[in-house]
Nanobody, 121 residues
Framework: QVQLVESGGGLVQAGGSLRLSCAAS????????MGWFRQAPGKEREFVAA????????HYAGVVRGRFTISRDNAKNSVYLQMNSLKPEDTAVYYC??????????????WGQGTQVTVSS
């Protein structure tokens, strides 16, 4: 059974940092793109960041560029999201996703259950 499990979410003050992790199991994801998305209450799920299977190409939403960094470790079948200079508007449930031909869209084949990130002002 394929699973993506996110961890690392929590409550942090504005200006703080968090590092999200996503561990995949059930198959290897070392040859597919992976991404992070988020969904705030009452809003649609939105793209945050994505990384190609080699890690050589990354893409970020404009609102997080320069503050968030996506990375991956194919040996560990994992992807990470380092979030710095967090703002209250970053508060959302963050989802890991894997395997897409359109990595900045929600057209991914696999999704995690999400981890809550709350940024207090």
């Amino acid at each position: 059974q394929v699973q993506l499990v996110e961890s690392g979410g929590g409550l942090v003050q504005a200006g703080g940092s968090l590092r999200l992790s996503c561990a995949a199991s059930g198959r290897t994801f070392s040859n597919v793109a992976m991404g992070w998305f988020r969904q705030a209450p009452g809003k649609e799920r939105e793209f945050v960041a994505a990384i190609s299977w080699t890690g050589g190409f990354t893409h970020y939403a404009g609102v997080v560029r320069g503050r968030f960094t996506i990375s991956r470790d194919n040996a560990k079948n994992s992807v990470y999201l380092q979030m710095n200079s967090l703002k209250p508007e970053d508060t959302a449930v963050y989802y890991c996703a894997a395997d897409s031909q359109a990595m900045t869209t929600t057209r991914y084949n696999y999704w995690g259950q999400g981890t809550q990130v709350t940024v207090s002002s």
